[in-house]
């Protein structure tokens, strides 16, 4: 199976400005249902009010990119429809809304995680390194990770890594507890979303728009982003 990084577009071409919706100033994002309140690692236990406005020169996507949300992925039916019939983590699809003056559509944020990563990675075979965040310098290697940390270690290590640095997987190979998703997140000190040319591929063949990948395809015994 292969592998690639996912994320949003930030092509205005196709987007139109970036991001293309803010959180809707009809609701607060701190109220007991607001969205500041869910956690990226867990189900709240509460379904949280999720509503957007449309920023001025913002096209409609699939995939919609959004101020004030820190994870996860406002889509469209389309788009989860897609998502349902593939092998995800834990996860949810919460309602929202869509603001356009009179307009409102009907969008989903994507609420998924993978507390597990860690246990998916084979630590002896996997390579991980700081170098610098300017890619013309990104082939010089400034330090090998330690991979034998607990999560609270790999925290740390994300949070004292110098300035305009950053951690880049090298080679990342995983054991045989990894559950075959078609998406999933690469937890700190290195996050990134990451998608399976299964899922891709039902993305493509519909015509989704709104997301971006990286340019090369990754192995799942050899995950270099």
Request: glycine share 4%; with cysteine; charged share 25%.
């Amino acid at each position: 199976m292969k592998y690639s990084k996912f994320s949003h577009s930030t092509d205005i071409s196709q987007i139109g400005i970036f991001p293309q919706c803010e959180l809707s100033r009809n609701i607060n994002p701190r109220a007991p249902d607001g969205i500041f309140n869910v956690p990226y690692n867990e189900f709240p236990d509460f379904i949280p009010r999720v509503e957007f406005d449309l920023a001025p020169k913002a096209k409609w996507t699939d995939i919609m990119t959004s101020g004030g949300l820190g994870h996860g992925y406002i889509v469209s039916e389309r788009v989860k429809e897609i998502f349902e019939k593939h092998n995800l983590p834990s996860h949810a699809f919460y309602p929202a809304k869509i603001h356009s003056g009179d307009l409102s559509k009907d969008y989903y944020w994507f609420h998924f995680f993978n507390n597990d990563f860690w246990n998916w990675v084979d630590r002896e075979k996997s390579e991980l390194y700081l170098r610098s965040i300017f890619p013309e310098e990104r082939d010089d290697i400034i330090m090998e990770a330690n991979l034998k940390k607990d999560n609270e270690g790999f925290l740390e290590m994300a949070r004292n890594k110098p300035s305009l640095t950053d951690y880049y997987w090298e080679k990342l190979v995983f054991n045989e507890s990894f559950p075959d998703l078609d998406i999933f997140t690469t937890l700190s000190p290195s996050m990134h979303d990451v998608i399976s040319n299964r899922l891709l591929d039902g993305l493509k063949v519909v015509g989704i728009t709104g997301y971006d990948v990286k340019n090369f395809c990754i192995e799942e015994n050899n995950l270099r982003l």
